[in-house]
């Protein structure tokens, strides 16, 4: 069946399994090659809920209410520039399940602005969150706020029922971090194109 699909004109761009020679051995037989990076999904089992680490003076804790929209949507396009996301978007996106404000995790800066956050999406019939968009501030990084907030979201994640999370990541320094909290990896899917 791979073999019809890849032989559509229109099939420019294609995934596999890292480990999946036969699908990748087809993907080569119709051109496709082996673009840049890869997609790294990591895993962690979450039987207690973990403690996040203290903070600096300052800074706190927190998850995302309705009067917070303009800053959530502040930093996200900060840490991902540029970015198509809006208030008018991200509105949408907390009208509609899944979403929970109370997966809606962030460290807060003494200034107000959100310095870092993890969005958490539930998946309560399996008990798994996924861990996606990840992020923090260029002038909040390297002061071990993502591994903290991310923290803050598997704490939230178990409050709220789950024992698994997932999370992506295609640069190493990313999955360095998520290694830091536990995550480990489960599977790569690479990506390819004609």
């Not at 087809?26 to 990591?42: D, E, S, Y």
């Not at 979403?99 to 958490?120: I, N, Q, T």
């Not at 029922?161 to 830091?180: F, I, K, N, T």
């Amino acid at each position: 069946m791979l073999d019809e699909v890849l032989d559509e004109a229109d099939a420019k761009e294609a995934v596999a399994l890292e480990d999946d020679e036969e699908a990748r051995a087809v993907l080569a037989r119709h051109g496709f090659t082996k673009p840049g990076r890869a997609m790294h999904f990591n895993h962690r089992e979450v039987p207690e809920a973990p403690t996040p680490p203290t903070l600096p003076a300052g800074f706190r804790y927190r998850t995302v209410e309705p009067e917070d929209l303009a800053e959530r949507v502040a930093i996200h396009r900060d840490v991902w520039e540029p970015s198509r996301v809006t208030e008018s978007s991200y509105r949408n996106v907390m009208a509609e399940r899944p979403y929970r404000g109370s997966l809606d995790c962030v460290v807060e800066a003494p200034d107000g602005r959100f310095a870092s956050y993890v969005l958490v999406w539930p998946d309560d019939e399996n008990g798994v969150g996924l861990f996606e968009p990840v992020g923090t501030r260029v002038e909040f990084r390297r002061r071990g706020l993502c591994a903290a907030v991310c923290t803050f979201g598997l704490q939230r994640l178990h409050e709220e029922g789950m024992r698994r999370a997932v999370v992506g990541c295609d640069a190493e320094p990313a999955c360095a971090l998520y290694e830091s909290i536990g995550f480990c990896r489960s599977w790569t899917i690479t990506s390819y194109a004609r």
